[in-house]
């Protein structure tokens, strides 16, 4: 990843935020087994201020979509709010392995961290953080399910494991998948995200991603058009 290369993947730019499209595999802190990650490249995202944009919330290494950075104190502190009164609007697009028996549901489902030999792992645990997302079909085909997730709360890797929970894991997941030699990519996309007005006078910031590659294909198979 350049600098022309992240700069190119600005979905929306003003005075106090700017929303990247991360892609997939880019880790957005740094890490044992992260040598590349997005901090490196914060500085190119200056554009004139003297402080480089700070991230807002975060995305999983393997997910792609909409980031959303501040870029200064006040807009950082005022997007940390917003995030804990759930007023950021989030759609994230996942691709699963088979189908839900509605078109529309809720997942209610709490989820714990737990620790062991081969690493950490999240699950479904009564004892867990209250975890809620919400989530529709926009298409099916060839086994497969198009589904718009948009969680109400910001756990660690909530919507992988509330799909998994419904019996459709994410495809591509190797982690909470069928397959985990899975090279497919992890079909789990921030697809877009809309924000209220940071001062008065403003309008909402809002940005969409495009579908990452790895994605196009299982989406056309669920009727996706482009």
């Given at each position: 990843m350049t600098e022309d290369e992240i700069k190119a993947r600005i979905l929306f730019k003003d005075q106090d935020v700017i929303v990247l499209d991360k892609p997939a595999g880019l880790a957005v802190h740094a890490g044992p087994?992260?040598?590349?990650?997005?901090e490196l490249y914060l500085d190119a995202l200056k554009f004139g201020w003297s402080m480089a944009p700070r991230l807002a919330h975060r995305l999983d290494?393997?997910?792609?979509?909409?980031?959303?950075?501040?870029r200064h104190d006040k807009s950082i502190k005022r997007l940390g709010k917003m995030f804990m009164q759930g007023r950021v609007e989030k759609a994230y697009w996942t691709v699963v392995h088979g189908t839900p028996p509605e078109d529309t549901g809720e997942i209610s489902?709490?989820?714990h961290k737990v620790t062991g030999k081969g690493g950490?792992?999240?699950?479904?645990?009564?004892?867990?953080?209250?975890?809620v997302t919400?989530?529709?079909v926009l298409g099916r085909g060839d086994g497969l399910s198009w589904i718009e997730c948009t969680p109400l709360t910001g756990r660690t890797h909530q919507i992988r494991?509330?799909?998994k929970h419904l019996g459709c894991p994410v495809r591509g997941d190797v982690y909470y998948g069928?397959?985990?030699?899975?090279?497919?990519?992890?079909?789990?996309?921030?697809?877009?995200?809309?924000?209220?007005?940071?001062?008065?006078?403003?309008?909402w910031i809002r940005a969409e991603a495009p579908p990452p590659p790895h994605m196009v294909q299982a989406l056309f198979m669920c009727g996706w058009i482009g």
């Open positions: 087994n992260s040598p590349d990650h997005l290494r393997d997910t792609s979509g909409c980031l959303l950075l501040g489902a709490p989820i950490w792992r999240i699950i479904i645990d009564a004892a867990g953080q209250p975890a919400r989530w529709r494991v509330h799909m069928p397959d985990p030699e899975s090279e497919l990519g992890l079909h789990l996309q921030s697809h877009a995200i809309g924000v209220p007005p940071l001062s008065t006078g403003k309008d």
